[in-house]
């Protein structure tokens, strides 16, 4: 979905160079796509042609593999034999939008989320905040209210979503877990306005900004139905012609898929 590849893109300047205010250059010269948005369009070409997740995510690591990816992803991808590496970190999530987005069922999102996660982070946090995120999605794309999203999430997945994102933001460090970064990328989200200040709000929280802002704005296209054509204009003008073309195949299908 653009909305995670945006703030992928948004936050990519400022993984490495916190800001904890929401007044900021949204780009630079700087700014460029990670292995966020690598793996979400992975997560894409997955679902729309059938193939496995850990041979999508392989086979578009080795056309990206410069992105920014983790050490223990590298090696989990330049590999043929390895299998999942029991990982809670942040990249199950990150990478999942396009799942709460294209299925028509909650039942359909939480399993397919699951088997996307398991395929690199199957240690259960790292299963559970891909399926946290996803449905979220699902939710927002459905009509959920706000409310409706915090309240299915903390009962659900047993996430706090109460602390507001002011209060988050002057203790917040860099956490690359599920469990520290998949809140609080959901409260960006649930404190914001429109698709731009979640991002905002996500970025100026510190941390993995990059990863932070992909799930929020994955969430926030979701609910919103827009994103600024100023932030997409300059984002599809980052992304290659193989990336593009995959998320306009992804966004043909969804709109077939739910107008039947």
Known sequence: MLGAIAGDVVGSIYEWDNVRSKKFEMFSSKSRFTDDSVLTIATMDAVLNGKAFDASYKEWFRKYPDAGFSGNFKKWAMSDELGPYNSFGNGSAMRISPVGYYYCTLEEVLFTAGESAAVTHNHPEGIKGAKATAASIYLAKNGASKKEIKDYVEGTFGYNLSEGIDSIRKWYSYDVSCQGSVPE????????????????????????????????????????????????????????????????KFYDEVYKRWMK
Not at 189 to 216: K, M, P, Q, W
């Open 185 to 248: 990328a959901i409260v960006s989200f649930l404190d914001s306005e429109d698709y731009e200040d979640a991002v905002r709000n996500a970025v100026s929280i510190g941390g993995d900004s990059d990863t932070i802002a992909c799930i929020t704005g994955g969430l926030a296209e979701a609910y919103y139905k827009e994103i600024p054509e100023h932030i997409t204009e300059k984002v599809m003008g980052l992304l290659t012609e193989d990336m593009k073309e995959v998320m306009q």
